[in-house]
């Protein structure tokens, strides 16, 4: 392992610090922040607190505290899920989407892109695959965009509003649908 890598590691764990260190704003909590910006990003089948709870790598009764209290303050709402009666889906209200308008981690993306410029995109395939690898090792779920999962099929329904497939859970996908996360996402490559 190169001295180089060392140093990103320490970087990581103490940009991280600095953006929790801010995130005690808005009457949320870290776990409250996180479970907030899993939901804006998580598709329909993926909005559960087991996904959640997988997601964050953190307990089923400690992700439920979380979701007590978001749904206490009106940032998240749960239904019963329409494909199955007895698990429910979560969802951010209003309130919950606005508060993410002002997401304390905004201002470490702001950073991440002065100090990146151009090469930003290269910054996150760096991440992304430094992710992949800490998942594999702790066979972890890969949570990734569903246009790059292996049973995703564009635009098999070419006339309709839903114009993409899932081939894993036979539903139709819109283009919306086709850049969300997913906890039954497979990588093309894996
Ligand atoms: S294609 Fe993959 S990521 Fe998309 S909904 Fe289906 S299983 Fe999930």
């Known amino acids: 392992m190169s001295e ?5 590691a320490y970087l990581i764990d103490r940009l991280e610090r600095l953006a929790r260190s801010g995130e005690l704003v ?4 870290p776990a409250q922040w996180d479970a907030l910006r899993y939901l804006a990003q998580a598709n329909r089948f993926s909005r559960t607190p087991a996904a959640l709870a997988d997601y964050l790598a953190s307990t089923r009764g400690t992700v439920s505290q979380t979701l007590i209290a978001l749904e206490g303050k009106g940032y998240v709402s749960r239904e019963p899920s329409p494909r199955d009666k ?4 979560l969802a951010l209200t209003r309130q919950g989407e606005r508060a993410l308008k002002r997401d304390p981690l905004l201002v470490l993306a702001h950073d991440i892109a002065q100090a990146a410029g151009p090469r930003a995109e290269l910054f ?5 695959q430094t992710l ?4 594999a090792r702790n066979r972890g779920r890969a949570f990734g965009i569903c246009a ?7 635009r098999v329904h070419p006339s309709s509003g839903s114009p993409h497939h899932c081939a894993l859970l036979d539903v139709r996908l819109s283009d919306a ?3 969300t996360i ?3 996402q497979e990588p093309v490559a894996a």
């Open 4 to 8: 180089k890598a060392l140093d990103a």
């Open 182 to 184: 997913c906890i039954e």
């Open 26 to 29: 808005e009457g949320l909590n």
């Open 177 to 179: 649908d086709s850049r």
């Open 132 to 135: 992949r690898n800490a998942l």
């Open 86 to 89: 007895r698990s429910i889906e």
């Open 124 to 128: 996150v395939e760096i991440l992304q």
């Open 148 to 154: 790059s999962c292996r049973h995703f099929c564009a």
